[in-house]
């Protein structure tokens, strides 16, 4: 055999290793992807839950909540300040699913879901009057977004 058909030979061999592991590594970004998009998913429902498990755990706490969203003038000022900090952890909460979807490709139905509570909670007056309060304490998109729905309402 002689040299040229020996470095033909030397060259297919590397051009096939490099092919195998670009195809390697590709498999192994994809499978890095979805761990990261499920801890996000995790992540985000976690949040959310356990705002809501607050609220199911204590009866005060679920009470103020209830009461804050029917009317925030009717709690005398201890409890609208833990009414303020819940709608806040609760917004977050909802803002984090949001972000999720756009920065780690969390789909946008489970977005989307999360729109229902949303709308029920920043439409109550309660909510009216915490995003009249404290509205700039969010990221803009975020407060584009309920800024439209309570326009539609």
Avoid at 66 to 78: F, Q, V, Y
Wanted: hydrophobic share 40%.
């Amino acid at each position: 055999m002689n040299w040229e058909a020996a470095g033909a030979i030397g060259e297919i061999i590397g051009a096939l290793a490099v092919f195998l592991t670009l195809v390697y590594l590709t498999t192994q970004i994809r499978q890095n992807t979805k761990a990261v998009q499920a801890s996000a998913v995790d992540a985000s429902i976690s949040k959310v839950s356990s705002v809501r498990q607050s609220m199911y755990e204590n009866a005060e706490v679920c009470g103020i909540y209830m009461r804050g969203l029917a009317d925030p003038d009717d709690l005398d000022e201890e409890s609208r300040t833990r009414f303020r900090l819940l709608m806040h952890n609760i917004l977050l909460s909802i803002s984090n699913v949001r972000s999720q979807t756009s920065f780690a490709g969390l789909s946008t139905s489970t977005w989307e879901s999360q729109l229902v509570s949303l709308t029920r909670v920043a439409t109550s007056p309660g909510g009216r009057w915490f995003w009249k309060e404290y509205r700039l304490e969010f990221e803009d998109t975020f407060r584009e977004q309920i800024d439209k729905i309570l326009q539609a309402t």
